[in-house]
């Protein structure tokens, strides 16, 4: 207990750079409680918070947090006094999804989830931020990501090793009708149900590809339809990552990777997997809840190009 409170009160020392920082960069270190690393070449202010409360062996092989096993939030302040702030969150499996919420209640985005390492014990996770606005406002976001990890951390030291919840029924019986009012006709298999919603991106080479090349969007139920699971992945693209993001997760779903799938598409397209639990009814309008965000978000898109279709055509009269 005693290393944990060292750890994840954030009250470690780090080694300050010759230059000292600004004012604004000590009133950070007082809300997050952690000190920092002022960079005057990028003016850049970093803190760090190496994960040593719980051990972690890679490949056998116990890991110290210099090799790899650190969070740190960097913050680079602009000339209108607003900030923006990149970020690295090392978290095991039961921190990912309240860290995220927290992020999220707190205004800042979560851009990336993923594994670094092969054979790790437990399981390392990085959940990659990013926010702007006043230096105050994301510090007490960074603080609200830091404690809720804390909180998890004091009421069980060693990190869980599943969701928890209902087991399963031993054999599936999803009845399609449930689903299928809510998210249209998919396919049935042995008592499951499988919903695939493509998109289209075009490659390099002049290709298109959609739906069967893996441009695609889809959810598929197994259990019963009191007691099921829902796994899947969204293809979104930037700028409807965050509000999906959002959607899931206020809906109870678990978030398990955030990643790219292709490179050079165009336009750039964005995978998230996701995770949970419930009826099969709610987990299948938890799912087109998050769809529709897409909708609105490609809505709005269509807004903005049109007002500014009609500035430049009175620009041009």
């Known amino acids: 207990m005693k290393i944990f409170l060292t750890s994840l009160l954030f009250y470690i020392p780090i080694a ?59 913050f680079n302040s602009k000339e209108s006094a607003q900030s923006m702030i990149m970020g690295d969150l090392v978290l095991f499996e039961d921190e990912v999804n309240p860290v995220m919420s927290a992020a999220f209640d707190a205004g800042i985005d979560v851009t990336a989830l993923h594994n670094h390492f092969f054979y790790d014990n437990p399981k390392v996770y990085f959940m990659h931020i990013a926010g702007e606005g006043s230096a105050e406002k994301l510090a007490k976001a960074v603080r609200a990501c830091f404690d809720k990890v804390k909180e998890i951390r004091s009421a069980k030291k060693t990190p869980a090793t599943s969701f928890g919840g209902k087991k399963l029924p031993a054999k599936n019986s999803i009845t399609p009708n449930v689903i299928e009012p809510i ?57 409807e990552l965050q509000g999906v993001l959002k959607s899931l997760r206020s809906s109870g779903i678990n978030i398990v990777a955030i990643h790219q799938h292709m490179t050079n598409e165009k336009p750039r397209m964005l995978f998230l997997h996701y995770w949970g639990k419930d009826t099969a009814q709610n987990l299948a309008m938890a799912v087109k809840k998050a769809l529709d965000t897409q909708k609105l978000k490609a809505e709005e898109v ?3 190009k049109k007002e500014i279709q009609v500035k430049k055509q009175k620009a041009q009269a």
């Open 302 to 304: 269509h807004v903005k």
């Open 183 to 239: 998210l249209g006709a998919g396919e049935a298999k042995d008592g499951m149900y499988k919903i695939v919603i493509g998109r289209t991106v075009s490659m390099e080479c002049g290709c298109k590809v959609g739906k069967n090349m893996g441009v695609n969007t889809w959810a598929a139920f197994m259990g019963s339809d009191d007691n099921a699971l829902v796994d899947g992945d969204f293809a979104v693209l930037e700028n």
């Open 16 to 74: 300050i750079a010759n230059e000292q920082p600004l004012p604004e960069n000590a009133k950070i270190e007082t809300i997050i409680g952690l000190k920092g690393t002022f960079f005057k070449d990028e003016n850049t202010f970093k803190v760090s918070s190496p994960r040593n409360d719980v051990p972690v062996s890679v490949d056998g092989i116990k890991l110290p947090p210099f090799m790899g096993l650190t969070s740190w939030v960097a």
